[in-house]
């Protein structure tokens, strides 16, 4: 290599680095930081005592408050609110992480603020009041800013999760009383038929309660149907909740079908562990081939999802019969 070309070669060799130098410079501007470094990472909050927060998001905006250690509601104080979900807002707001840090961000435009999804605002202890609001995704984060700074940060899809939620995916579900054959008296299925069984339980001669189904004073205990029915009330509970302290209206809307009455309600009269009697009543709607049918129970006020796959004995019972309910589980049975 002569010395004219290794003075092109270190002139290309000089433009490269250049060059190389310059993009550097235009991601750096572009993305911003990584939010880790030597002295630990950056965070957009900290902060602890928080005694409110509010949220919202395109379907809706939800406000809770703190009170003695617990989290409530604020338009529904009463409601039946899982303590649980409120923590792990304020557990990541006490100490929320940015992934990267863009101290000197493009319009609020840029980055989907003036159309956000959502925002959330906490409150601490000492009146301090933080609105966080969410931008768009890049990549596998969100942009995201504080309303007491320009810097723009992305935070990883966690708040977003909790921004998404609604009301009543955060309600507590009541508990169905814990049933067995033992433990129920009777049970009552009624719809286009209605079906009452009756369980006779006896003391055996080593201690052990033999329980009878009688239906019809005819013993059933060993019909295919029967063992499916006990083993539903055994399974029995509830998947969601869809509606609080619920009119008139959202009953006949989930209950009625359309059919001027429930399709289904269930009756048990029960002996709890302790001797106590109870009755569980519950009122369901269902359309055939839905993967729910909506219930409402006696004493409570809202209106909550059951699978309709756990329910198919009592459906089956309550619309076409007992005798033909019976022939289909035991078709069933054969099969299996």
């Known amino acids: 290599m002569n010395k004219s070309q290794k003075r092109q070669l270190v002139v290309l060799l000089s433009v490269l680095v250049v060059l190389c130098i310059v993009f550097g410079v235009f991601l750096f501007s572009q993305y911003g930081k990584t939010a880790k470094s030597e002295e630990g990472p950056a965070y957009i909050l900290q ?8 949220y919202t998001n395109p379907t809706a905006t939800l406000s809770f408050y703190q009170d003695g250690g617990m989290w409530y509601w604020t338009d529904h104080s009463d409601f039946p609110l899982d303590n649980s979900c409120l ?8 100490a929320l992480p940015a992934v990267r840090v863009i101290e000197s961000p493009e319009a609020p435009k840029a980055y989907g603020f003036d159309d956000s999804y959502g925002s959330i605002t906490a409150v601490s202890e000492d009146g301090k009041s933080v609105t966080l609001t969410l931008g768009n995704l890049t990549g596998e984060n969100y942009y995201i800013k504080r309303s007491d700074s320009d810097t723009v940060y992305t935070v990883d899809k966690t708040i977003y999760k909790y921004l998404s939620r609604s009301i009543y995916s955060m309600a507590l579900l009541p508990e169905i009383p814990a049933f067995s054959a033992e433990t129920m008296d009777s049970l009552t299925i009624e719809g286009a038929f209605d079906t009452t069984f009756t369980f006779d339980h006896t003391a055996a001669a080593d201690g052990k309660i033999v329980t009878t189904i009688y239906r019809d004073g ?3 205990t060993g019909e295919a149907v029967t063992k499916q029915l006990v083993s539903e009330m055994i399974g029995l509970n509830y998947v969601a909740c869809v509606a609080y302290d619920a009119t008139e209206e959202d009953l006949e809307t989930s209950l009625i079908a359309g059919k001027g009455a429930p399709t289904f309600a269930v009756t048990v009269n029960y002996t709890d562990e302790k001797g106590n009697a109870g009755v569980y009543h519950m009122d369901a709607g269902y359309i055939e081939g839905a993967s729910f049918a909506f219930c409402a129970v006696t004493g409570d006020t809202g209106i909550y999802t059951m699978r309709s796959d756990y329910l198919s004995g009592v459906i089956a019972t309550a619309s076409k019969g007992y005798d033909e309910a019976n ?3 035991e078709r069933k049975s054969e099969q299996s």
């Open 218 to 220: 005819t013993d059933v």
């Open 47 to 54: 902060m602890d005592s928080i005694v409110k927060i509010s």
């Open 327 to 329: 022939k289909l589980f």
């Open 87 to 94: 923590r792990k807002i304020t557990d990541l707001l006490d």
